[in-house]
DNA sequence: TAGATTGTTAATCGATTAACAATC
DNA sequence: TAGATTGTTAATCGATTAACAATC
């Protein structure tokens, strides 16, 4: 299985998600089709489609079930992946009701807070940690990733603990930039760049 | 002043971000220090930097408060920009209270929602309105940006609403893809997306 | 058949990296 | 001075688009 770029997994996600939900009806997609729906050339879905393995039928396009599938097993939707989600504000608990995660093997074991009215709670049949527990539940369980949804001044605190007892992927919700060492991946989930890039799209 | 990338607006506002709060003590900073931060190369620091029309100095770098304040600048940070969020469940709540929007010139006027028990109510101190008041306000208050928090299967009929009655700008928090007019930007914030590509950096 | 669509190659475009003179 | 850092050009790399033969 040969790598591929974030920019194709993205697109591929894409695909999905319309193959689920937009066009969940039909049984045969053609690439012009997606394509159109998401604003893109039809040689390129066409690549995409080709690195997943699947085959088209001349003058009907991709078999929707097939592609879906293809999809799936391409992305890894169905490799169990196991994470932590340290802040239970409301961000956090946002995600943890997120019912669409376990459908990408995405499972979300527990909650991590300091506030001692929120500890021992639970929030989506999870149950709310103290953030103490932390360092022993990431080596115990052997948790590779954790989801950030701390205030800014923590975030800092928080990554070092993690990554000193083994995360090794941190998905940052938080405006900041972690200090990591190169063996750990962040991911900033940055909602103001996004919402500028958004903006940026004037000039249609 | 001339159109830039989504890339370089994914950066800049990174930037932004580590000086804000990462090196907010310092008050000069060097691009290589920027790149090895982000895990960038740091040349491309230095071009984005000169796109800002930021002149930086021979042994010491960047001036932080001028990088930083010449980011804003060229970004739009203090432009204002009006936005609804309809959907007023988990997500579309934590949104609310994102209080950085502010500073960034997004400024969230309402909340939209059909249950009747939420209608009428406050978060965030915005009032959430019952969704048949949406098309009415959107032309009255002519919002030109959405952030849309509905469950998937809502989404495209707010979608259809929304545009007709004039919004440009959907940022679209669901999980699916949206038919819109080409005139319409659609931002797909897709947490799948985010998290399987943060995986994929596992060939680090 | 004629038209639609795939699969794939070659061409183009854009973004990143390497390199280095200038200079504080 | 020597070392560090910028600003910028040229080279490289990667991603997208154009084009079109194959074929159902």
Redesign the interface.
Known sequence: MT??S?KV??RL??YH??L???CKGNSFIASSKIAD???LDDSLVRKDIALCGVLGHKKQGYVVAELKKSIEQK??FSDR?EVFIIGA???G???I??A??KD?G?DILALFDNNPNKIGKEEGGKRIISLEKLPNLISRINIK?IILTVP?YAA?EVTDYAVKYGVR?I?NFT?????VP??V?V???????????????K??
Chains 1, 2 share one sequence.
């Open positions: 790598a591929i974030n997994i993205n996600t894409l998600c319309l689920k939900y937009t729906l998401l604003d992305l890894g992946k504000g409301r961000l608990t946002a995600l009701h997120y669409d995660f990408y995405i990733n800014p800092q992927f998905w405006p900041t930039v972690l200090k190169k063996s991946t991911y900033n989930e940055n909602v103001i760049s996004s919402f500028m890039q958004m903006q940026n799209s000039n249609k």
